[in-house]
């Protein structure tokens, strides 16, 4: 393998890692933000308001969102698999 190929398997990824973990860091923003202003207009200060909910919506993001995952790391492992062949 030339420096090329190993920079192609490096953005490859780090794409993946996008593609896996991209949906649920979005949905934990997306509660934190809305946690974070709810608190702000109520002066509410209690630490289990934001860490609750956003377990929650983690975990169903996760569910939600596992086929696409698996897909993404899947292709992704038979792509490597393939180079691996094509090298030895």
Do not use: C, H
């Not at 956003?54 to 992704?76: H, L, Q, R, Y």
């Amino acid at each position: 393998m030339n420096e090329a190929a190993v920079l192609e398997v490096a953005r490859q990824t780090f794409f993946v890692i996008m593609k896996a973990g991209g949906p649920i860091m979005a949905a934990g923003l997306v509660v934190g933000l809305i946690i974070a202003v709810f608190q702000t207009l109520t002066s509410i200060q209690e630490m289990t308001l934001t860490f609750v909910p956003k377990i929650v919506i983690i975990f169903g993001a996760v569910i939600v969102f596992m086929p696409f995952m698996m897909t993404a790391v899947i292709e992704f492992a038979r792509s490597l698999y393939d180079r691996i062949i094509a090298i030895g």
